[in-house]
């Protein structure tokens, strides 16, 4: 199913400028909402050294998009008659993972997230942390049954990344993979047969 409408979550784990690179490469047929944590704030505070809604506002001059804070229970988004396809929570936190693997939704990432699942309608993850516990693991585990997308920013080496930039051009790239969104954003695979 095409696309039409994606919500992206920005959770609180570590990186979250992934968040706002995959932002970045939406492309402007999609229409995009944007649910910032309020732990999410706090990182980019402590990693990026600014507010993070000064970093959405210089991602606005490129593309539109509706942003929303977690306390917005109330929101279009927050209900599955509004109709949003997809949403994808980059980077996500151990404790929002839990929440949604366990059917909490106190805030409007985990409402979405939930409605997602209700709905039976695209839901992607991407986990920042390492090593991964054991409850982690088998909540990511119960997610994918449910049809969760569980995509965390690990390293594909055949892509032969050269820098912090191409290794989130490939983080990106996979994310956009996985929702069937059209990208050229990193080197694919390519089995070289030999005598070629």
């Known amino acids: 199913m095409e696309i039409k409408k994606l919500v992206i979550g920005i959770g609180g784990a570590s990186g979250v400028h992934l968040g706002l690179k995959f932002i970045e490469y939406i492309p402007d047929s999609i229409e ?26 210089r991602i606005q001059y490129k593309r539109h998009f509706r942003i929303y804070n977690e306390d917005e229970l109330d929101s279009s988004v927050s209900s599955g008659s509004f109709g949003v396809n997809a949403m994808a929570i980059v980077p996500t936190s151990m404790n929002l993972l839990a929440k949604i693997a366990n059917g909490l939704c106190d805030d409007l990432i985990s409402r979405c997230a939930s409605i997602m699942l209700k709905e039976k ?73 030999e005598g070629e």
């Not at 909402?33 to 732990?39: D, P, W």
């Not at 690990?154 to 990208?183: H, Q, R, T």
């Open 32 to 57: 995009l909402f944007v649910v910032i944590s309020e732990g999410a704030k706090a990182v980019a505070l402590n990693e990026m050294g600014e507010d993070i809604k000064y970093a959405l506002d």
């Open 121 to 193: 309608r695209t839901l992607l993850l991407a986990p920042r942390e390492m090593p991964l516990s054991p409850i982690a693991l088998e909540q990511m585990s119960r997610l994918s049954s449910f049809g969760v997308i569980v995509a965390p920013p690990i390293v594909g080496y055949y892509a032969k990344p050269s820098d912090l930039e191409s290794m989130e051009c490939f983080f990106v790239g996979k994310w956009l993979d996985a929702l069937k969104i059209p990208n050229n954003l990193y080197k694919r695979w390519k089995h070289h047969i």
